[in-house]
């Protein structure tokens, strides 16, 4: 399966913004999926996962409450809506895709299939 990021942009702090994960050559409905990212000089970390159905999520400390995951397997599209983004929140945005079930799956390496990064800017 080939993914696809993308609605990254520039905002303010405080302010919102949505970035989406499209598929093709696959369904991702056979996938847990996952969103990470990296900031300059820093190592990938890890955001939220969501279950194959979405009945589950899980989140990153950092942006729970903050972050939600959602999934629309109709459309082939995982979604992460990001509200009162920080300064910090500053990154290059990574979808991925999981075959395995399992909830605690956060580490980068239990991924399979990775989307190319959309820049995320949050000016403060």
């Known amino acids: 399966v080939q993914l696809q990021a993308s609605g990254g942009g520039l905002v303010e702090t405080g302010g919102s913004l949505s970035v989406s994960c499209s598929a093709s050559?696959?369904?991702?409905?056979?996938?847990?999926m996952g969103w990470f990212r990296q900031a300059p000089g820093k190592e990938r970390e890890f955001l939220a996962r969501?279950?194959?159905?979405?009945?589950?999520?899980a989140y990153a400390d950092s942006v729970r409450g903050r972050f939600t995951i959602s999934r629309d397997n109709a459309k082939n599209t995982v979604y992460l809506q990001m509200d009162n983004l920080k300064f910090e929140d500053t990154a290059d945005y990574y979808c991925?895709?999981?075959?395995?079930?399992?909830?605690?799956?956060?580490?980068?390496?239990?991924?399979?299939?990775w989307g190319q990064g959309t820049q995320v800017t949050v000016s403060s």
């Open positions: 050559g696959g369904t991702l409905r056979s996938y847990n």
């Open positions: 969501i279950g194959y159905t979405g009945t589950y999520t």
């Open positions: 991925a895709a999981d075959r395995w079930a399992g909830s605690s799956r956060t580490d980068e390496t239990e991924y399979q299939f």
